[in-house]
């Protein structure tokens, strides 16, 4: 037995390939399934995690490739609809079904599966969390125009710019006192 190979990173690629080589995946899933012991036994031997080699192993058993789809890639909502129909249909687990699949990971699966009980349009966790952060409007900063000329909006926006800048200076100077005062507090 050798360690496991890592690869390096491919700069035409794009990135990362992944952390194993393909030959070592085959040694150990054909240690797997030609032996008599069990993933954690066999996984604990090559120095893997049991979990990673159970998905290699249901992956191969359901294509014979061990190659997911590529990272980040985005899927239609007719194929989400499809992959979530095919489970309970078929009574799968969210590990089977991704192996049936060649997805990589199976909690994409339970969160297509939520998003569909929950009735909210399928989206990517990524623009979840942007969606989840106001977009800051930045105060506007005031003009050399004459005042009389200026919309509500535009003095409503200065008055907030020079409140904003007031409470900054204060704190600013809050601060150089405080630290004059530790100064002089120090012989």
């Known amino acids: 037995w050798t360690a496991p190979k890592k690869l390096d990173t491919n700069p035409t690629l794009g990135g990362f390939m992944g952390k194993y080589s393909e030959q070592f ?3 150990a899933i054909t240690a797997y399934l030609e032996g008599s012991n ?6 604990r031997h090559l120095g893997i995690d049991f979990s990673l080699l159970r998905r290699w192993v ?12 590529p990272h980040g890639q985005r899927y239609t909502e007719d194929f989400k ?5 095919h489970m309970l249909e078929h009574r799968l687990s969210l590990r089977q079904t991704a192996a049936h699949f060649d ?9 297509w599966l939520r998003q569909h009980y929950s009735g909210s349009p399928a989206t990517s ?3 979840q969390r942007r969606s989840a952060v106001p977009k800051k409007v930045k105060p506007i900063k005031p003009t050399d125009t004459n005042d ?3 919309s509500r909006e535009q003095l409503l926006g200065e008055l907030e710019y020079m ?14 006192e405080e630290k004059e005062r530790t100064r002089t507090k120090k012989p």
């Open 25 to 27: 995946k085959l040694t």
């Open 38 to 43: 069990g993933f954690r036994k066999v996984a």
């Open 58 to 69: 249901a992956s191969y058993r359901s294509t014979a490739s061990l190659s997911p789809r």
């Open 81 to 85: 609809r499809q992959v979530l129909k």
């Open 103 to 111: 997805l990589g990971q199976s909690s994409q699966i339970g969160i």
């Open 125 to 127: 966790v990524a623009n």
């Open 148 to 150: 009389a000329e200026k």
């Open 163 to 176: 409140r904003m800048e007031n409470a900054v200076l204060k704190e600013l100077k809050a601060l150089r």
